[in-house]
Structure formats: structure tokens, C-alpha cells
């Protein structure tokens, strides 16, 4: 399906999603996150690794010390990966892979801290609408790199790894787990059309990675009964696993989310409800195993 240009587009808040005919009494859709985006941009540092075979990657780095985390202490590593079309937006991307929020200071301090990663993938769009250069294989070695040297420029202060993502990123997210099973400790693919092979997945399962997988049921573009349904029993059967397949997608007001830009994808856009750390505005968890967040959960994993 070939993305819209969604920076030339209004959304459109009033076409009725196809989804809306199962909401139950009392239930309501919501178009827009509750919290406040496009603000800390400024908070991560731009760099560009070099790499002949995909071109030169721009990625953006957050560092919790530079802005006031203790010297002498280790801090997880976050990389997040976008969704096909979010590079095209430069620094915005920031915002659209979910790791914006990760940088504020009230999730920094439920973290305990925290370095953020974002690359981008050298996206661009064709005349005939299509996209190309979005997550593929050929970037898996770049993108390891690219952790690698953030990790050994603050070596002092490195912890727990992880790496999540949404949509294609939770593609890659997956990718970059199946080609380095034992490096990371913690990963939220989101939102994927793929699911490794049993195989692979059972040597995931095997590595000690903890993993949050997050796909909502009514997913306008990776259909639930599609990608998860064959494959629940075995996803819901792997080690350290949290399996977070809500009914709806949510805003952080309690609406069910509805995000429209030429196609509908509130359902898809898992991620927005991921960045709002999975509490509602009321504070009320999204699910109890995950009772303090996606926060929490990296506090918790960190700490082991």
C-alpha cells in the first residue's frame, strides 16, 4: 500500500472508521495523543555513520548525562526504529518512532535514566508514490554498528540494551534480534507484519531477552488474525514475554484512537499509546503486568 505524503495532509476527524461498528456503549474515538510533542527535539544531538552499501545513516542520540544524570552511574540504552515514511520528516522522526517522550524529564527519572538512539532509514519516494529504502536486511550491520560506537563512546556509563520499534520498525526490530539474539536484553517489537519463523523465535526465546509484543486487534494495516493469530500460542509460549494484544488502541484520554491521513491507521499506530508509557491520563495501566509503564519495565529489567 503506498503511504500518503502525511506532512501535505490534514487528518481527518470526521470519516468513520470501518472498526467503529464493534465499539461497545460509551466507548469513543480520540484523534490526537495527549501529550505535548515536538518539544524535545533539541535534546539529541544529530551524527551520520558512514556506510557504503545503504549510504550514509543520520542518526540522533540522547545523552542523560549531558543533561544532568549522575557521571558514575550505567543507564540503558533505547534504540528506537521508525515506520516506513517517518525518516522522510527529518527530526520529526524523533516524534513518530516513539522515542520523543523517552527523553523528557519525568520519563528519564521513572527510567532512572537513559540513552535514546534513533536512526533513520534513507527513505525517499518515488514519482509513482512508492517508497524505497526503508528497514531492510542490508541495514541490519550499519544499524548494529551505529549501537556499537554509541555504546563505546560512553562506555562508563552503559547498562541494559534494548531496542523497539513500530510498523516497519517492528520488522526491524525483529531482524535485528534474529541477527544478534544474545546482544540485546530487552526489545518491543510493535505493530509488525512479520513474526520470525518458529526457529527463530525459539532461539529467541532461549537467549534470555525480554520482550514486550504489542499488537492491537483491529490493526488497519497488520491484520491481527494475519500476523499474531497463527502464531499466538507460540508467541504466548516464549520465555520473559509480555504478549500485550489489547482489544482497541487508546489515547491516553480513554478514547479509542483513530488516526486518518488519506488511509486509517489509528489502530495500526500502536506506538502513540506506547509513548504515552501505556498509563492513561487518569493513571490507570493499560494492563497490570505492566503496572508502572514501558518505564517501569526498563527500570525493573535494568536493574537486574
Known sequence: MPLPEFSKLTQNTTAVPR???????????????????????????????????????????????????????????????????????????IMCCGAEQYASEKYQREMGGAYIIVPLANEKRLENGELEGTWCEAYSRPIKEIYDKVCAEHERNIGKKFVMGASSGGYFTWQLLQDYTDYFDGAIPISSGYVPPDQELDTISQSGVSLIIAHGRHDEMADFDECILPRLEKLQGMKNTVCFFPEWVYNGDGGISSVNFGIEMGQHCMINWIQSNLIFDSGKPADQRLANGITGWIKEISSK
Open 19 to 93: 472498526w467503529a461498528k464493534y465499539m461497545k456503549d460509551g466507548e469513543f474515538i480520540s484523534f490526537y495523543p495527549t501529550y505535548k510533542s515536538k518539544i524535545y527535539f533539541d535534546l539529541f544531538d544529530k551524527y551520520s555513520h558512514p556506510c557504503a552499501e545503504t549510504g550514509d545513516i543520520t542518526y540522533y542520540v540522547y545523552d542523560p548525562v549531558k543533561h544532568g544524570a549522575a557521571e558514575d552511574k550505567k543507564y540503558p540504552v533505547l534504540m528506537w526504529l521508525h515506520g516506513a515514511s517517518n525518516s522522510l520528516d527529518g527530526v520529526k522522526c
